[in-house]
């Protein structure tokens, strides 16, 4: 970095609050004003670290709305204000370091990483992976990630999945819901995708779903549903909420277990023009089982140990197929976040810098 140019720093910083419903990539600005940071400035405890791929997921969008409009505006982890420097899941290579934790050379993963080309950041904010070079780093944001646990959690932990049942899943397309499928098949379930074009449900079907509902043109959901899943719905991993999580109620089978992952549908909207859920006496009636699923309290216990090697036993042998949408250079962060909620992703959207 011998030339100004080249010691440039570039982050993606939220301008302002995004307003209700409204989802655009002006409400974040690319700012150039700072420097590379020198590793002599490091303090102890803290590493210089070269950012190389950034997660772009669906709760993002609560952090870039105003704090009134938020699920709980009192979670400090939910306060974002504008004029700060964004941030994700990430993964990067340590090049320099003042810890007694991390080496230069070392490749990390967190939770909090800035969307920036080069970061300080705390040894306790992050971990350590694997320096076997055989996984690619952004493999850690998906396949052996934060989306691939979750759908372990919602299918093995919560879901109690077994063979003979029929599961129906959500945007199952995309990074969660492409894991769901293969999870659910190989563990003999019936499956039932549901995707938002012709293109996604054919890939849906691809990695193994019985059978695949396009929710932009299949009608009636209480209907399509019965259509798909003549049967009855065991489990149903959602991650839109909304009408189609009301149709599906319709459609549970006594002792059926519901996993709220997400509400593509509701997040950051204006929740008086949205569709509420109207059915809930069926859980009722049913003995129905709904739970919230949130990744990050899982981290670190004994479920994820048992994901990773089931998963990475999975990829090393052929038997799961991730689907990566890869968008690349950090200024392509902020509309890869908006393309995700107007649903052009197909799979894991990953910002490589």
């Not at 940071?37 to 190389?52: C, I, N, T």
């Not at 080496?103 to 040894?123: K, L, T």
């Not at 054919?202 to 209907?223: E, F, H, L, P």
Request: proline share 4%; hydrophobic share 40%.
């Amino acid at each position: 970095m011998n030339s100004k140019s080249s010691s440039i720093n570039t982050r993606i910083v939220l301008s302002e609050y995004m307003p209700k419903g409204v989802t655009s990539a002006s409400y974040f600005s690319i700012d150039k004003s700072q420097q590379v940071p020198l590793s002599g400035s490091l303090a102890d405890g803290q590493v210089l670290v070269k950012v190389f791929a950034l997660s772009i997921d669906p709760h993002l969008r609560i952090y870039i709305s105003a704090p009134e409009d938020m699920p709980s505006s009192d979670d400090p982890v939910l306060l974002y204000s504008p004029g700060k420097t964004f941030s994700s899941i990430g993964v990067g290579t340590v090049i320099a370091s003042k810890s007694n934790k991390f080496h230069a050379g070392d490749r990390i993963r967190g939770s909090e990483f800035p969307w920036q080309e080069f970061a300080v950041m705390n040894d306790d904010a992050f971990e350590k992976l694997p320096s076997d070079e055989s996984t690619s780093l952004q493999d850690y944001l998906g396949v052996l990630g934060m989306p691939s646990f979750t759908a372990y959690l919602g299918v093995v932990t919560i879901g109690q999945a077994k063979a003979g049942e029929t599961l129906l899943v959500s945007a199952a397309s995309g990074a969660v819901g492409q894991v769901v499928v293969q999870l659910a098949k190989a563990r003999g379930l019936r499956v039932v995708g549901v995707a938002g074009s012709d293109d996604k449900t054919a890939r849906v079907k691809s990695i193994g779903a019985d059978a695949a509902i396009n929710y932009k043109t299949c009608g009636d959901y209480v209907q399509a549903i019965k259509a798909a899943a003549p049967e009855g719905i065991d489990i149903y991993f959602d991650s839109v909420g909304g009408s189609f999580l009301d149709a599906t109620l319709l459609n549970l089978n006594t002792g059926a277990r519901v996993i709220l992952c997400g509400s593509m549908t509701t997040f950051g909207a204006d929740k008086s023009a949205t569709d509420g859920i109207k059915n809930l006496d069926t859980l009722i009636v049913k003995e129905v089982t709904m739970k919230g699923l949130y990744y990050f309290p899982h981290v670190g216990t004994q479920a994820e140990a048992d994901f990773i090697q089931e998963t990475t036993d999975m990829v090393n042998q052929g038997k799961i197929d991730f689907k990566i949408d890869e968008r690349v250079g950090l200024e392509s962060a902020p509309q890869a976040l908006v393309d995700l909620y107007e649903g052009k992703n197909l799979g894991k959207v990953i910002v490589r810098l």
